[in-house]
């Protein structure tokens, strides 16, 4: 029918117009994709979640049987785990191999576009992960065909001025993190070689427009040039979070417009500071400084993505067990400027410092 019709054009405009201002207004849920919680339709899931370090069977149908879990408790936007296929083990999807095929284990491309689709009807967005400093696990030879993408020795930086295995020595080196490997198992991409650039640029503008995205959280933001972030931000044509993984706001916030290239940024050193406040009892004052130095260096702090837990952080609950102090650190998230994120892990109050985003799954 012509009303049909009119309310697809309506969904499809969401996913398009999805900017800086109308993220503002949202609260984004983070998501691992693997943990977060299994589909009814799974049965008996092979994976019994033994093993923090593999597959637990969580799926994008988990996810969407579970939105009303989500929406109950006043989120309009997820943010979920990169969904590119993997090196074996690679349950959080950031040790992609092959950028062309989905990560099997969440699932298919059909599932992806359900997901989708059933939180624009509710009127959620949602957010992908992705990487491009980085590509997944060599095999033990050393050698690059297993990276289906990216299979010769010429699309990578050389371990020149890098520490022996390869990766950064000094993070305090701008040259060195962007050449050199975050960890030695993990091959640095060069964004300059013609064919990489183009392939990144090209597979972030399609995925974004063939599932409808309405934004994207990048990882590893300061281990590649900016100018190649300007171009990335570009063709993803969405708004763009960046991970820059480090506390002093006057280096963070130089990846964030109009300062830097991205639309926003993860708020690490406001993070950082409250959570020595709130988890390690240190004086009020810790937080006034943080925001003072928010103001001074951020691009734009209506834009910053605030977090209390995430997945590469020790979890509060493991730090402190104090849940009154805990939920201080939550109302402040929520209240003050910028965008708020929850980590599902928060919601089932999970206190075990686990590996990688490696919190109990939801049933």
């Known amino acids: 029918s012509m009303r049909s019709i009119l309310l697809l054009s309506c969904f499809i405009l969401l996913a398009q117009s999805a900017g800086p201002q109308e993220w503002k207004k949202r609260s984004i849920y983070q998501i691992l994709t693997d943990r977060f919680g299994r589909s009814k339709s799974d049965g008996n899931v092979k994976n019994s979640c033994e093993n923090l370090y593999d597959y637990c069977g969580g ?8 939105l009303d879990y989500i929406q109950g408790m006043g989120f309009d936007a997820i943010w979920i785990s990169p969904i590119v296929k993997n090196s074996d083990g690679g349950y959080h999807g950031y040790w992609q191999t092959d950028l062309n095929s989905l990560n099997e284990n969440f699932g298919s491309e059909g599932d992806l576009k359900d997901l989708v689709r059933e939180c624009h009807k509710r009127g959620i967005y949602v957010m992908l992960d992705v990487v491009a400093n980085h590509m997944g696990h060599l095999d033990n030879l050393g050698s690059y065909s297993v990276i289906t993408t990216f299979n010769k020795t010429d699309y990578y930086h050389t371990c020149h ?6 990766a950064i020595k000094n993070w305090n080196d701008q040259d060195q993190v962007e050449r ?5 198992y993990l091959p640095d991409l060069n964004q300059t070689n013609p064919f990489v650039q183009k392939t990144l640029l090209k597979w972030i503008n399609s995925t974004v427009k063939n599932f409808q995205f309405d934004g994207i959280r990048i990882d590893t933001v300061p281990e590649v040039s900016k100018s190649f972030w300007t171009l990335y931000q570009k063709a993803a044509g ?3 979070v960046g991970e820059v993984f480090n506390g002093r706001m006057s280096y963070v916030g130089g990846y964030q417009q109009p300062k830097g290239p991205l639309n926003s940024v993860l708020s690490y050193p406001l993070f950082f500071s409250l959570r020595t406040v709130f988890a390690q009892g240190s004086g009020m004052t810790k937080i006034a400084t943080a925001i003072d130095s928010n103001s001074k260096n951020a691009g734009d702090i209506n834009h910053l993505v605030n977090f209390v837990d995430n997945h590469d952080n020790q979890r509060f609950l493991s730090m402190n067990s104090n849940l009154g102090l805990f939920k201080s650190f939550i109302v402040f998230n929520f209240l003050f400027t910028g965008i708020p994120c929850f980590y599902y892990g928060g919601a089932p109050l999970e206190s075990r410092n686990a590996p990688e985003g490696a919190s109990l799954i939801i049933e």
Do not use: A, P
């Open 180 to 184: 050199c490997r975050l960890t030695h």
């Open 59 to 66: 799926t994008f149908k988990g996810i969407e049987e579970r």
């Open 161 to 166: 001025n890098c520490n022996d295995n390869c």
């Open 238 to 240: 969405v708004f763009s």
